[in-house]
Each structure stands twice: as C-alpha cells, then as structure tokens.
C-alpha cells in the first residue's frame, strides 16, 4: 500500500504514543493510568511484574485465571490493537484505514467478542482521543454503542471498572460511550441469540459497525473448539454485516493463529463459506490474508525492560453479495 493510501501517517504520530527513533510504543497515558488504578484498587501490581517470558495466560472462567491474565496480558494486548490502528511500522495500513475511517465521527457500534476486560476496544478509543488531543485527527463528535460480550463475569466487571476511568478522558476528545457488557459463551446458541439481539436492537440507530475480535486463538485452537464456536461466529458476523460494517480480528503473532494450521488459515475456510456476508481485505495482494507487525513497547509496570508486541492482524468487510 503506497503513502498516498494511508489515512494516517506514522510520522504524525505524537511521543505520548510512539518514540519513532527507538521504535517504541507506549499506551496512552490515560489507558496507562486508569489500568494501574485498577492494578492496585485489586492489589494485582505483584502479580503483574512476576510475569516472566514463558508467561501466557489465556483467562478463564474463575477469578485467579482472570486476575493473571488482567494483571499480565492487558496491556499487550491493549498494545497489539494500538499497533493496528496507528500502524506506526507501516505494515498494517489496511487495517488502520478500516479502523479511522469507521471511528471517525457519528454514531458506531463497537462488538467486541470476546472483550475480556476491554483491552482491543479501550486501547483503540483511547488511541483515537490521543490522536485527537495532539490535532493528528480532528475532533468530530463520536458516539459509541460498545456491546462487550465476555464469559467471564470478573472479567466484565473490569472492563466496566476501566470504561469508568476512562470516560473523562474519552469525553473530553467528544468520544461518548454508551456500554452494555454481556456474558457470552461462543460456543452456546442461546447465549450468542442474546448478544446478536442486543447487536439487532443497536444497528437500529447506526449506520457504522465494528465487529472486533481480539486474543481468540488460544481458547479456540488450543483448546480445540473451533469446530463448537464456528456456527456462532457465522451467526455474529452475519448479523454484523451491511453497508459500512468491517471487523478486525487480532491475535498475537503466535503459531497458534498464523501457522498453515492455525486459526487465520480456519478463519480462512470459514470465508469462502460465508461469501455472502464477508469477504477478506487483501488491498490487492495475493496470498496476504493477514498482516504482521512487531515492536516493543514501553509499560509502566515493568518500567526496567521492555516488552515485545507481535501482532497478525486480518480485516474482514461484512459487505452482502447476492
């Protein structure tokens, strides 16, 4: 993709988010401030800096896997899908594209499944009112409709915890945020019928949608339940679908997700059955499904070294042919 087709050029980018001669990156402030809040409001920081390399928790259902994975994975993860909307390598311009033009102003409907404790959706709103603060985009009045669907029930408690930190910070950029956060269980029928309801209700009065599917591959390809999760997510994106509709599905850049076998090559598969209702973005190319892209980044709670951020990134337009 050539510098005329980036809608946002990485040279643009402000310090508080990107150190373009040392190549890192940093979360905004405000995400940075408002996780460390909740870090100690839980007394997690101990468990936060234990992480070590080998360190990969993948959450759970019950409080000590959501807490490990809170204090040890949100912040990458927050990183990853900072790195995806500000493409400060210049490798993920179609990505980025999607993202600002989608959460450029007006009324959107953010689903985000599974949103853990909110890490893809507050990391993007967050970078966005960053952009805006420094006059990199301008300040169009932004409503959000936020529909995170999350099984586990602390997990939802902390994205409401966080969305509340945040929501001064958001506002004062005009980026309004209206959030329900529902249990969801990608796997059960039931429980997905009541988020694609919720999703119904919400398209009622919006045009723009935002499907974001983050951090998926280790439940789905580890655990082995891409066969039980698969006509759920024909369902979610189907419903998602129509005019002016995109979802950007992130996962670390780990073999689990981009080997020959991994979950972007199932995702994949699933599209050429869901032709009608989605296609994969390649800008063009041939054999480029999805894209990658891999920095370091600077974290508060572990201040004496930094980390790295290995993203794969796949934009998939929710266009309807007949």
């Known amino acids: 993709m050539t510098a005329a087709n980036r809608l946002l050029e990485p040279e643009r980018l402000p310090k508080t988010l990107w150190d373009s001669e040392k190549k890192i990156l940093r979360l905004p402030d405000a995400l940075a401030q408002a996780y460390e809040t909740l870090i100690d409001r839980y007394s997690l920081r101990e468990l936060a800096q234990s992480r070590t390399v080998g360190d990969s928790p993948v959450g759970g259902l019950d409080k000590a896997a959501t807490d490990k994975h809170f204090a040890q994975q949100f912040d990458n993860s927050a990183a990853r899908a900072q790195l995806a909307v500000t493409n400060s390598t210049k490798e993920v311009a179609r990505i980025s594209n999607a993202i600002l033009q989608t959460l450029s102003g007006n009324m959107v409907c953010i689903t985000d499944a599974p949103c853990g404790a909110g890490a893809a959706a507050f990391s993007l709103l967050s970078t966005i009112a960053e952009l805006r603060a420094h006059d990199v985009l301008p300040r169009m009045p932004l409503h959000i409709r936020l529909i995170g669907a999350e099984i586990s029930d602390f997990a939802r408690q902390y994205a409401k915890e966080m969305l509340a930190e945040l929501t001064p910070f958001l506002e004062s950029q005009a980026i309004f945020v209206q959030a329900e956060l529902l249990p969801w269980d990608v796997t059960d029928n039931l429980s997905n019928t009541d988020l694609i309801q919720n999703m119904v209700r919400a398209k009622t009065s ?75 973005n390649t800008d063009g190319a041939v054999n480029d499904s999805f894209l990658t892209s891999e920095v370091q980044f600077w974290s508060a709670l572990t201040p004496d070294r930094l980390r790295p951020v290995r993203l794969a990134v796949m934009r998939l337009d929710l266009v309807r042919t007949p």
């Open 206 to 280: 919006i045009s723009k949608n935002l499907l974001v599917v983050a951090n998926f591959s280790g439940f789905l390809t580890t655990s082995g339940k891409q066969k039980d999760a698969q006509p759920q997510l024909a369902e979610l994106f189907r419903h998602t679908s129509g005019d002016e509709s995109v979802a950007i599905w992130i996962e670390p850049q780990m073999n689990s997700a981009v080997s020959g076998s991994g979950l972007f090559s199932t995702v994949g598969r699933w599209v050429k059955e869901w032709h009608r209702f989605v296609r994969v």
